[in-house]
């Protein structure tokens, strides 16, 4: 756990400031991922999904990603397909959320 620690506050002390925040005024579709992350890697899990709810789908779709390409599962661009589908809604449903409130 002290590993996931160290490197929480590694990120947090590099994390870089959102463009469209800092130019334009206007949070992304993305913001609050960089948090959302060193909050997961911290155990703080409701955190995490308050600041950022497609993180951890996210994680979930790369990991599945990776183990297609190694592995070719028979059905594995279909299930791919899907779970963009799901994060592709979580993001754009938390970000007119982020608007709206």
Known sequence: MEMFD??????????????????????????????????????????????????????????YLILHLIFKYKNGANILKYLFIINTTIVVLSYIYKLLT
């Open 6 to 63: 160290r490197l929480a506050n590694w990120i947090e002390s590099h994390q870089q400031a959102c463009f469209y925040k800092k130019f334009l005024g206007v949070e992304c579709p993305g913001c609050g991922m960089q948090r959302s992350f060193v909050e997961l890697l911290r155990g703080n899990f409701a955190e995490s999904l308050a600041l950022f709810p497609a993180l951890i789908p996210t994680i979930i779709l790369i990991g």
